[in-house]
């Protein structure tokens, strides 16, 4: 509700904004309150719809209000104020009233900025937030690509692991050869000793020996093989893992640098909103 104190007292030009502020109001976007006031006190005020300022018709104008200064300073002024005042955060812009060239009071339009004082604390929380993730994203990168290279140099060691195991296969082949050669060489040993009778007999136990070697040999070899085949499985599914590994790494690489384009681009958004909520 208006609050107004009796009309037709004033001079022309206040008494003419008097009867427009209530329509002047009503052109603003924003909610608006509107105080008239002659060179010592508030002679007229009209609030906004919710935004109402604790003054009314006869009360005088404090020295740090921006009417006050206007109208002593000859001047408009347009200034963002604290919440000293009236208790809450404010923008107050006021120009001087002329009649007949001397100044005779002045208007003020005073809206409301606790809203966009929360959206900059908002835009600031949002913005630590997004400050800390990006240190936390960066980390991970570190991270991952720490991993990517801990992946080729298994993959190396893979590699050369099965190299070994197949010049390990080469020297059991030829292990084996060499106890086949010996089994045979102790069968016919054993057959000429037979042959030899009596005199052959040393000749024979010597065979036997050579036999049972070239047995336990073919033996050892074929534990040795059985080995090699289960360790060159393992290390050709570690390959797979290892190399599995790499390509998670990597694309976690990839993700995390979209992730830091896409917080580059909100931080933006958040420093244009704080610059806006900050110059309005």
């Not at 298994?154 to 296969?169: I, N, P």
Request: aromatic share 6%; glycine share 8%.
């Amino acid at each position: 509700m208006e609050k107004t104190t009796d009309k037709g007292k004033y001079p022309n030009i206040i008494q003419t904004f008097i009867e427009i502020a209530p329509y002047m109001k009503h052109l603003s976007v924003n909610d608006t309150a509107i105080a008239i006031a002659d060179k010592e006190k508030y002679v007229s005020f009209y609030p906004g719809k919710e935004l109402d300022f604790p003054v009314k018709p006869g009360d005088m104008l404090k020295r740090e209000t921006v009417v006050y200064r206007c109208i002593k300073n000859r001047t408009s002024l347009s200034e963002r104020m604290g919440s000293e005042l009236f208790g809450f955060p404010y923008i107050a812009m006021a120009t001087p009233l002329y009649e007949e060239g001397e100044i005779v009071g002045g208007v003020v339009f005073l809206q409301s900025t606790e809203h966009e004082e929360r959206l900059l604390e908002m835009a600031e929380a949002i913005s630590e937030g997004i400050g800390k993730l990006n240190t936390f994203s960066a980390g991970v990168v570190q991270e991952a690509e720490g991993l990517s290279s801990i992946g080729e140099n298994l993959d190396k060691m893979s590699c050369e692991a099965l190299k070994y195991a197949s010049g390990t296969e080469e020297i059991t082949s030829v292990i084996k050869r060499v106890s086949s050669q010996s089994n045979l060489l102790g069968l016919n040993a054993s057959i000429e000793a037979a042959r030899s009778g009596v005199a052959g007999k040393g000749f024979a136990v010597v065979a036997e020996e050579i036999r049972k070697l070239a047995v336990s040999s073919n033996e050892s070899v074929e534990n040795i093989e059985k080995m090699l085949k289960d360790i060159k499985e393992i290390n050709e599914k570690m390959a797979i893992e290892i190399t599995n590994i790499k390509k998670s790494a990597e694309e976690q690489v990839g993700s995390n640098h979209k992730v830091k384009e896409a917080i580059y681009s909100l931080t933006e958004i958040i420093e244009k909103l704080k610059y806006e909520a900050g110059h309005r």
